[in-house]
């Protein structure tokens, strides 16, 4: 059975940072994507930012660039989100993905690319 569990989000002010982790298990790890993503209430879920199996590449949404850090550890199966200069705009349910399709430049962008999802954190901005 695969699980995908967040954790670490929470309240923090404006400026502040969070670094979120999903651990992962029942699965492959260093086979897949991994991805996340984020939901605000009455929005639909967004594409924040994913990385390949390897590590070797990322990608994030334009208007996190420079502020968000994907990262993955495939000995303990966990891959990280690094958030800084936290916005009240950041204000969302994140969710962490893992995708078994190969990278192809186009993928990764869409809830439709990952055949798992965890349960999400909350991250709340204070301003």
């Known amino acids: 059975q695969v699980q995908l569990v967040e954790s670490g989000g929470g309240l923090v002010q404006a400026g502040g940072s969070l670094r979120l982790s999903c651990a992962a298990s029942?699965?492959?790890?260093?086979?897949?994507?991994m991805g996340w993503f984020r939901q605000a209430p009455g929005k639909e879920r967004e594409f924040v930012a994913a990385i390949t199996f390897s590590g070797a590449s990322t990608m994030y949404t334009d208007s996190v660039k420079g502020r968000i850090t994907i990262s993955r550890d495939n000995v303990k199966n966990t891959v990280y989100l690094q958030v800084n200069s936290l916005k009240p705009e950041d204000t969302a349910v994140y969710y962490c993905?893992?995708?078994?399709?190969?990278?192809?430049?186009?993928?990764?962008?869409?809830?439709?690319?990952?055949?798992?999802w965890g349960q999400g954190t909350q991250v709340t901005v204070s301003s």
């Open positions: 993905a893992a995708s078994r399709r190969i990278y192809s430049g186009s993928n990764y962008y869409t809830p439709l690319d990952y055949n798992y």
């Open positions: 029942g699965l492959t790890f260093r086979a897949y994507g």
